[in-house]
């Protein structure tokens, strides 16, 4: 088994929104702001390299959406193709797209337009997600509707292309890969845990954004059920420092990886590397 990062860009995201309560003077440490408050994040997916089978996690936002739509996250960087360009593969040749869950910035690029249609964007690809987020995505609540945009994951099941993984924690999607599943950032959203050269890589979507939102109480304002997720970073924290975890960030715009180490104020960073130094 291979990994490759695959960076699909950089957007930004208003900071007070991405650290909830906690205060600026404090956020602003690890993730400065600009003027208008907005931080830069990374849309950094992970490809594995598995005999026969090429799995892409996640696909960032994607470019269908229209220019007003943009401006509000201005979008910069590389797109997901010259990314795979650079690791020499075409998006043809991915056999799987595993999206951790349904937000745009997750799924966006999941869909490409064609002229007046939406077809998938990998078009060899089987797209894996879970039947309690779809249910739950394909009917959103009023806070959530925003960033479940229907023509960025309907067209997978028009398609033919969508499967389903089973809804069990520590459900096994390929050999050598976990699923965990969290319910804190929104409903059923899943993390793939990886078998990488003796050690264990966990995805961590949007269950911890950034090496900044490692204290516990530091939660996006965007979660659904906040309590939620500081119940499940404490357990999967607990989890990862006890069993020597690779952390591997989709959001960080700086830090790649990172393995935990346990301090005085709780679980923090040890060690920050890139995948490739592994």
């Known amino acids: 088994m291979n990994l490759h990062t695959i960076n699909t860009g950089f957007f930004k995201l208003d900071g007070g929104a991405m650290f909830g309560v906690v205060p600026k003077s404090i956020w602003q440490k690890t993730n400065p702001a600009d003027d208008k408050n907005l ?37 910069h960087g590389p797109s997901m193709d010259e990314s795979l360009l650079v690791k020499g593969f075409h998006r043809d040749d991915i056999t799987d797209v595993f999206l951790t869950h349904l937000h745009f910035d997750h799924v966006g690029g999941a869909v490409a337009r064609q002229g007046n249609v939406l077809l ?6 089987v797209y894996w997600s879970n039947r309690q987020h779809w249910d739950w995505a394909y009917t959103p609540n009023d806070r959530e509707k925003a960033s479940f945009l229907k023509e960025n994951f309907v067209p997978l099941q028009e398609s033919g292309h969508l499967r389903f993984i089973d809804n ?20 059923a959203q899943m993390l793939p845990l990886i078998d990488y050269k003796g050690r264990k890589v966990l995805y961590m979507a949007d269950l911890l954004p950034s090496v900044g939102h490692l204290p516990i109480p530091y939660v996006m304002g965007y979660d659904m059920f906040p309590l939620k997720t500081m ?44 995948l490739q130094d592994i």
């Open 39 to 75: 931080c830069t994040w990374a849309l950094r997916c992970l490809l594995i390299e598995d005999g026969n089978r090429l799995i892409l996690i996640d696909t960032g936002t994607g470019n269908k959406q229209d220019e007003k739509f943009f401006s509000h996250y201005h979008l």
């Open 120 to 125: 998938p964007a990998f078009k060899n690809a």
């Open 168 to 187: 069990d924690d520590g459900a096994k999607f390929a050999p050598g890969i976990d699923v965990t599943f969290v319910y804190g950032h929104t409903d």
């Open 231 to 274: 119940e499940e970073k404490k357990k999967i924290l607990a989890e990862a420092l006890e069993n020597d975890y690779i952390l591997y960030f989709e959001h960080d715009a700086v830090n790649e990886c990172c393995t935990l180490q346990k301090t005085e104020k709780g679980i923090r960073v040890n060690e920050i590397f890139s």
